[in-house]
């Protein structure tokens, strides 16, 4: 009697993605039906790789290109920037996944910490500190009551909703889709209204893809609709933003501040003129870090993994045309 093939389950460890040992001997547990192996990705062989027909992480398109019987790649980022160019796979009918409802409640609650430490001026006070500076400003901003503008109503945007909601701000979101009904979400509009919605934001945060439509979507025109009394948050990708403009919107006070987690390039090279901006507060593309990370990585890919196996749609489907 031929046994069934087995599927050959791939997972790379990086810097920022592991699965404990006791999560992945439940996996090996569960899936009978599946060959995994588990490994740094400085350590898989060419032979693994090729074997593959399911791959898990976040490899480089180099190491994509040599997985020739790949069926499935699961990222265990959000974003999907370096994987949404089909040239790289050798098969033509590559499913794609990526860790959407691993990172909302983490980076929601970093955009949050930004939005205070910009509304109660402590970026400015810890510059005071250090200088031994007794200084007060008047100069503050209550969340409370606040309007509130996420751009991308994803999970991050969704999440990041539901907790301002509970701090009493009115939260507008803007997406590419037409909505109705989403909970804590008080207006919603297409991105076709941007430009009227900007006007009216205390907050403007941008929780969403780089696609060809999105890319430069923070210009200097937008940025310049922003209320002189108004903050941008980027967590998105450092090329939503006009990059140049920010700065001049900054260094001449046309808004009052801004956060980013994300640059163009990244990382942020020594000489740019932002570090030394006052008015930004800049984090090294850490939003998503959190201990509780590894554990929602591990759900995720679980669930889908028992979809994939099914037959079934798996949820965190990439739209290769639409990019995300």
């Known amino acids: 009697m031929n046994e069934t093939k087995k599927t050959n389950v791939l997972v790379l460890y990086t810097a920022g993605f592991a699965f404990t040992e006791e999560q992945a001997a439940a996996l090996a547990k569960d899936y009978p039906q599946c060959d995994f192996i588990f490994t740094d990705d400085t350590k898989a062989s060419d032979e693994m790789i090729e074997a593959a027909e399911v791959m898990v992480g976040f490899m480089k398109p180099d190491v994509v290109r040599k997985a020739r019987n790949l069926k499935w790649l699961h990222l265990s980022s959000i974003g999907v920037d370096q994987h949404i160019d089909k040239s790289i796979y050798a098969n033509p009918d590559i499913l794609l ?16 910490g930004m939005m205070l430490a910009l509304s109660r001026n402590m970026h400015i006070f810890r510059d005071q500190q250090r200088q ?26 969704m999440e990041l909703a539901r907790k301002a ?26 991105t076709e209204k941007l430009d009227e919605v900007l006007p009216r934001a205390d907050f403007v945060v941008l929780s969403l893809a780089t696609t060809p439509e999105t890319a430069g979507l923070m210009s200097r025109d937008r940025l310049d609709k922003m209320k002189p009394d108004s903050y941008l948050i980027n967590i998105g990708r450092g090329s939503l933003v006009d990059q140049d403009a920010l700065r001049d919107s900054l260094a001449e006070g046309r808004i009052a501040g801004a956060a980013i987690d994300v640059t163009t390039p990244e990382p942020l090279p020594p000489d740019s003129p932002l570090w030394a901006l006052p008015n930004l507060i800049i984090t ?10 590894y554990r929602r990585h591990y759900e995720v890919f679980r669930q889908e993994l028992g979809r994939y196996l099914s037959g079934e749609k798996l949820k965190n489907s990439i739209d290769f045309d639409l990019r995300y």
């Not at 996944?97 to 949050?112: Q, V």
């Not at 090294?284 to 990370?293: A, C, N």
């Open 97 to 112: 996944t990526n860790s959407a409802g691993t990172y909302g409640k983490p980076i929601s609650d970093h955009i949050l």
């Open 132 to 157: 031994s500076l007794w200084k007060k400003m008047d100069s503050t901003k209550d969340l409370f009551e606040s309007t509130l503008c996420i751009i991308g109503l994803g999970d991050v945007g």
């Open 165 to 190: 909601n509970a701090l009493g701000m009115h939260v507008i979101g803007v997406k590419r889709t037409p909505a109705r009904g989403l909970p804590c979400v008080d207006e919603v509009y297409t």
């Open 284 to 293: 090294p593309h850490v939003s998503g870090k959190s201990p509780s990370t």
